[in-house]
Each structure stands twice: as C-alpha cells, then as structure tokens.
C-alpha cells in the first residue's frame, strides 16, 4: 500500500470516530464540559500516538512531512468536534 493511501483511510477512520462519538455523547445527555472533555479525548491522541510511532522510524524527512500532515489531522479533527457539535444541537 501507499503511504498516501494508508493515511487517508486512517485519517477517514479517525473523523468517522470523532463524529461518532461527539453525536453519541450529545445523545446521552452530558454537561457540556463533559462533551468537550470527551472529545478531546477523542481527537488528541491518535495523531499524538502516530506521530510518535513515526519518531521511533528516525527518517528525518518522513517525521518532517507526515509530522505536518499529522498536525492538520489534528486541526480537521478538532473542527468537526466543533461543528458536528453545532449541527447535533440543531438535530438532536
């Protein structure tokens, strides 16, 4: 497989979890610091965990370049906490 393959099905993975358990949290009723506390739980350690998975490799250009992308997984995750948050308020 291609590394670029690779990290979109993980990335696709991970932001169909973060939905997933943002709206599941909603639908249980939670205080919002619990919501928020959930989803940062959620959405910090799995890139953190893949990027120090690619630390362990020491390949200076693959931790520079995946680091990167790592980091903007960790921004879109972040903002689909957010959003899918906003929308589940509406729906549910």
Known sequence: MNPAIIFLLIGSIYLVIIAYGVVRTRKRGLPPRARLLLA????????????????????????????????????AGALLAICTDLVARRLL
Do not use: S, Y
């Open 40 to 75: 940062a739980v959620q959405v910090v350690p799995p890139p953190l965990l893949l990027f120090g998975a690619l630390l362990t490799t020491g390949d200076a250009f693959a931790i520079g370049g995946w680091g990167i992308m790592l980091a903007m997984l960790l921004v």
